[in-house]
């Protein structure tokens, strides 16, 4: 099997899985795996599709600068510029953007501070953080509609091969040297996100 074939395969699992949880709605979200380091090209999802559904055309071949290789009809993500950041910047091998309420609400209630941290979780190792008092904390960044600015501001806070950004009121970019490490950083951010909104509300009743 080819090394793009392989990769393939590998985004289509991690979008079937990501889909099953719901994670796409209403043809939401991004996914990029890394092919080649020089020059830089990945695999991303086509633009504007149901991210639900498995076709031979729910990715394509882009450049280091998100440019399609290739004659093709697809459109590459209209959000690749953020996936080019991280190739660009990092040693990472993929990239996972999805918008969920959950995500959306933690941005929300902690865009004005400009970032949440976690701490005293148990699966706060999945980070790679072992530490007992170990933090991990996620920016928050202003949405803009102008995806050139998004990504410039972006692009400040991708400083490792993992990590996880917020964008306010819109999803999570999380990313990882290879799929799998990708996909933890995603889900440990969405279980985060997810106790401690619960943990707001049994608060909020018993206060
Ligand atoms: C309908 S979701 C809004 C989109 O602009 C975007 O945020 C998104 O995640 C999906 O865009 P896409 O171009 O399909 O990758
Ligand atoms: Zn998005």
Redesign the pocket.
């Known amino acids: 099997m080819s090394l793009m074939a392989k990769r393939w395969e590998e985004l289509a699992d991690i979008k079937r899985v990501l889909a099953r949880r719901d994670w796409f709605?209403?043809?939401?979200?991004?996914l990029a795996i890394k092919i080649d380091d020089e020059p830089i090209s990945f695999l991303?999802?086509?633009?504007?599709?149901d991210?639900t559904k498995e076709t031979n055309e729910d990715f394509l071949l882009v450049d280091s600068k998100g440019q399609p290789v290739g004659e093709t009809h697809l459109?590459?993500?209209?959000?690749?510029l953020l996936h080019v950041e991280i190739f660009n910047k990092t040693n990472a091998g993929c990239s996972l953007?999805?918008?969920t309420v959950d995500n959306n609400v933690i941005s929300e209630l902690y865009g004005d501070k400009g970032s949440i941290t976690f701490k005293g979780q148990e699966i706060i190792k999945a980070y790679g953080l072992w530490d007992e008092d170990a933090e991990f904390t996620i920016p928050i960044i202003y949405n803009h509609a102008h995806i050139p600015t998004l990504a410039a501001d972006f692009a400040k806070f991708v400083k490792a091969d993992a990590g996880a950004i917020l964008?306010r009121n819109?999803?999570i970019t999380a990313w990882g040297r290879d799929a799998l490490e990708a996909k933890k950083y995603l889900e440990a951010s969405e279980f985060l996100f997810s106790y401690h909104l619960k943990l707001l509300s049994f608060k909020h009743v018993m206060v």
């Open positions: 709605p209403g043809t939401s979200g991004n991303v999802t086509a633009s504007g599709k991210k459109k590459p993500s209209a959000e690749t953007h999805v918008h964008i819109h999803g």
